[in-house]
């Protein structure tokens, strides 16, 4: 179930790339596999069908899977990451999603540097203003970039949003549109560091609408593996 899942959400994603008006239709999208409440074999299963990245949401889950997994993959952070778990972030993931504040990317840099590591992430921006989200604001961007950006061991590589749960999963678009935008934007601003090139946006219920206005990064789960096992 879970390879022809994972196939289905594939085919999926270029259908959604044949839909795109604004978007250059070829650029590529990285699936990545959330695996949050999933157990170690429903992981290699979908590995085993063909991903190559995985998503986690919280640290602690992330590290019993990281030796039990057996299998090479690149490591997402896309949960909310408290300051006091940064030391474990940067020794398990590749790419951490979720730095929505500067504060927390100082300590990142902090750690970071304790291990000789350039640690890759993207600025989670709150675009719709949710309280129940985190996030800097869109405003808050150009300032957050120009400090990150001279830090040496964090390298920024994009930007990650989340939209609101709508009923109606169309009402996603307006904000997706507007966050390429952003990525157009500052991608083509002359950063020292930084080098921008993802888009993260876009879960089970609204990937096919990221990927249609822009996201190269889509997070999805129970697309994948069916519902959490809690």
């Not at 957050?144 to 678009?173: K, Q, S």
């Not at 609204?206 to 249609?212: K, L, R, T, W």
Request: hydrophobic share 40%; aromatic share 8%.
């Amino acid at each position: 179930m879970i390879k022809d899942n994972y196939q289905q959400v594939l085919a999926s994603i270029e259908a959604a790339k044949s839909r795109r008006r604004e978007v250059p239709k070829e650029a590529p999208v990285k699936l990545i596999a959330v695996t949050k409440n999933h157990d170690v074999a429903a992981m290699r299963e979908a590995i085993d069908a063909g991903a190559t990245e995985v998503g986690e949401n919280r640290i602690q889950e992330a590290a019993n899977k990281f030796d039990a997994l057996e299998r090479e993959v690149t490591w997402h952070l896309i949960g909310h990451l408290q300051t006091n778990k940064v030391k474990q972030a940067v020794k398990y993931f590749q790419l951490i999603h979720s730095v929505d504040s500067l504060h927390l990317a100082r300590a990142l840099e902090k750690e970071a540097a304790k291990i000789g590591k350039v640690q890759d992430i993207l600025l989670q921006v709150n675009l719709a203003r949710e309280d129940s989200k985190s996030g800097l604001y869109k405003e808050e961007l150009e300032e957050a970039f120009r400090e990150v950006d001279g830090f040496e061991h964090l390298r920024i590589r994009g930007l990650m949003c989340m939209a609101p749960n709508y009923d109606e999963v169309e009402n996603c678009r307006p904000l997706f549109r507007e966050m390429y935008g952003i990525y157009c934007q500052v991608k083509e601003m002359p950063w020292q560091r930084a080098k921008v090139e993802y888009l993260s946006m876009g879960m089970s219920h609204d990937y096919e609408i990221a990927v249609e206005e822009g996201a190269n990064i889509v997070r999805v789960g129970t697309a994948i593996f069916g519902p959490r096992q809690y």
